[in-house]
């Protein structure tokens, strides 16, 4: 009976002190959010975050993934952050297009990086890499999910078209991507597709020194807040097809590629 007692005290330390990593793990990494503008991506903010938290900067190694697991981190939690916005948005939402809808929903996303626009080129660059690329794919589907519920929730009454299976009334959105993307699942990877051209946008905006931050420092998106809206117009009327996004956005790929290769190349000199 006692050995039993002593391996149940056993294994509720273990617990607790796994409970304990995990928990100083998730508080190292959203501390080092604060010193992204600063050290970028990388161990240098992760080690701020940590000595932040009153720890050893030496901590840092508890985030294993280093500064991708620090960007996957602030996707997760941004997009989290989206969901509960748009929740409530669609509450109040009513009247608008599709178009405008998606427009509302993808600004607001892109506007989470305002604070690190001038380090988003790094982030993109380790998004890419091979052995994080499927996560990144993953979480970016989700979130082109996430953008076209909201764009398509709101519905208005219609009448169903003669020789319809379903009776009585029927509910569709007031305006449809249908055009371009005819299936759920190519609508949202057109959705995707004109979001990562977006951020892209971002990256190529901060990439062009103080002209493109207001005055005080702060970024300034307003041109990649023009650019979402002529996406997401030319989505809804078809102006923008698959295949034009798929083009623009494997020129993405090259650039995320020559980011990786700069910040690579810098990192080796310190």
């Known amino acids: 009976m006692a050995q039993i007692m002593r391996l149940a005290a056993r294994r509720l330390s273990t617990a607790t002190a796994g409970s304990g990593e995990r928990a100083r793990h998730g508080a190292i990494l959203a501390a080092a959010l604060k010193h992204v503008p600063a050290h970028g991506w990388s161990t240098h903010a992760l080690a701020a975050g ?8 030496s901590a840092h190694a508890l985030v294993s993934g280093g500064g991708a697991e620090l960007v996957a981190h602030f996707q997760q939690s941004a997009d989290t952050r989206l969901s509960e916005r748009l929740q409530q948005l ?21 506007s989470y990086l305002e604070p690190y626009a001038s380090t988003w080129a790094q982030a993109v660059a380790l998004q890419a890499l091979p052995t994080h690329a499927p996560a990144t794919v993953l979480r970016a589907a989700a979130l082109a999910g996430l953008l076209d519920e909201f764009a398509h929730s709101e519905r208005v009454p219609y009448a169903p078209a003669s020789g319809d299976a379903a009776a009585g009334t029927a509910s569709r959105p007031t305006s449809e991507l249908g055009v371009v993307a005819p299936t759920i699942c190519a609508r949202r990877a057109a959705i995707g597709a004109a979001y990562g051209l977006a951020e892209l946008h971002v990256v190529a905006d901060s990439a062009q020194g103080p002209g493109s931050f207001k005055v005080g420092g702060e970024p300034d998106l307003s041109q990649a807040y023009g650019y979402v809206d002529k996406l997401c117009a030319g989505l809804e009327r078809g102006a ?17 590629r020559l980011f990786l290769g700069v910040m690579m190349s810098l990192g080796n000199r310190r």
Do not use: F, I, N, Y
Request: charged residues 20%.
């Open 240 to 256: 923008l097809s698959l295949q034009w996004l798929e083009t623009e956005m494997a020129h993405a790929a090259v650039h995320s």
């Open 90 to 110: 669609g509450e109040g939402e009513t009247g608008s297009t599709v178009a405008e809808r998606l427009s509302v929903a993808m600004k607001l996303r892109l």
């Open 50 to 57: 940590a000595a932040e938290l009153g720890l050893s900067p």
